[in-house]
């Protein structure tokens, strides 16, 4: 009995269940055989008997659906461990990997702002060019307009100043004819008057 109550409380101290000690011990203990004086002496149960036998085969039964209940335990136990660990791997993996996504998800987005806004720069940018080349354009055509009013000016003014010449040029022709014509009318009327005097002179000296 002492070794039954020892066995149970060992049993519950590390989980296990409790033995019925009123099942394994229903057949009795002793057996009576009297003595000399008429007492029963009290034997221990001799594993010839059949209560004892089944008591023993009882216990020993329990203790074995004890052990093999143990070992399933055990053994479930040490597979849900190594699943636990498996997925706690897999989740650390897991964490990691997620991780490192949101990090690169930060990096890309942050590649993305930093794209964005040098290409709004960018617009930006190729906006106040194009406004600058439109005006200089414009200065362009401007000017072009005001080259092409004082070529017609110029073209103008030469042609006047060429049709100013060639008159110019006919007077001073037909002043130089006239001037000529003078020139040779005095040089005839000279030349007369020369000869006229010469004869004059001729005929004084005569008369003398």
Not at 49 to 65: C, E, F, P, Q
Not at 129 to 152: G, S, V
Request: glycine fraction near 4%; hydrophobic fraction near 30%.
């Amino acid at each position: 009995m002492e070794c039954m109550r020892y066995l149970n409380n060992t049993m519950n101290a590390h989980g296990f269940g409790t033995i019925d000690l009123g099942a394994v011990c229903a057949s009795p203990i002793a057996d009576a055989a009297p003595t000399a004086g008429g007492d029963a002496v009290s034997h221990p149960p001799s594993i010839g008997t059949g209560d004892s036998l089944t008591a023993k085969i009882g216990l020993i039964n329990a203790v074995y659906k004890l052990v093999v209940s143990h070992q399933s335990a055990t053994e479930y136990r040490t597979e849900q461990t190594q699943r636990y660990d498996q997925l706690s791997v897999r989740h650390s993996e897991t964490t990691a990997k997620l991780t490192t996504t949101a990090n690169d998800l930060h990096s890309m987005n942050h590649k993305h702002w930093v794209s964005e806004n040098k290409r709004r720069a960018s617009e930006a940018d190729a906006r106040k060019l194009e406004q600058k080349l439109r005006a200089q354009i414009r200065e362009l055509e401007t000017k072009n307009i005001q080259i092409q009013r004082r070529d017609k000016q110029y073209i103008h003014e030469m042609r006047k100043r060429e049709k100013e010449y060639h008159t110019l040029q006919d007077r001073v022709t037909k002043l130089l004819q006239d001037k000529n014509r003078d020139v040779k009318s005095g040089l005839e009327l000279i030349n007369t008057l020369k000869a006229q005097h010469a004869a004059t002179e001729k005929g004084s000296v005569r008369t003398d």
